[in-house]
């Protein structure tokens, strides 16, 4: 993984940085949307539980459909502009083995990624998502890249996606 300055966020985190910061985080069945502006170099990343906030409490970004539009308003606000983002979205891994599908939130997590993604006009540039193993990732800002290695089951490291 890259030296130096990295930002880890954890679950309802959202960290908007620029080169030659690195952002970080360890994913399960959560996800992590990851936003790259081409123009600008600045890239945000965040980090939820679930794919749907309920409407109970308040709302947090540990929620897929709060925390993805924050992130884009996070990024719009340090001058990026919608036409520029690209994502690239991670995790969503089934962790236990024999859940029915309707208990299936990974998949839910990874669902709802795409589909608020679509309906701002993001462009999905990379995915690694599914499967049963857990992810470290790390999102490059100086080259626009994230790193990935497998938690689990494989120690194998990806090149940058």
């Known amino acids: 993984m890259i030296q130096g300055s990295s930002t880890f966020i954890h679950v309802g ?7 030659p910061h690195a952002i970080s985080t360890v994913l399960g069945s ?3 949307v990851c936003l790259y502006d081409t123009a600008l170099g600045i890239g945000g990343m965040n980090h939820y539980l679930l794919p749907f906030w309920n409407g109970n409490g308040l709302q947090s970004p540990k929620f897929g459909n709060i925390a993805i539009p924050k992130l884009i308003e996070s990024m719009i606000m340090k001058g990026s502009n919608p036409k520029n983002l690209q994502a690239k979205i991670f995790g969503g891994a089934s962790l236990n083995m024999g859940i029915s599908d309707a208990m299936m939130i990974g998949q839910k997590n990874i669902l709802v990624a795409k589909e608020i993604l679509r309906e701002y006009n993001i ?4 995915e690694d998502v599914g499967g049963q193993n857990g992810r470290k990732i790390q999102f490059d800002l100086e080259r626009g890249k994230v790193l990935l290695k497998y938690a689990q089951r494989s120690d194998m490291v990806k090149g940058g996606v």
Request: glycine share 0%; charged share 5%; net charge negative.
């Open 123 to 126: 462009v999905l540039v990379a």
């Open 13 to 19: 985190q959202i960290h908007v940085d620029s080169a």
């Open 30 to 32: 959560c996800v992590a």
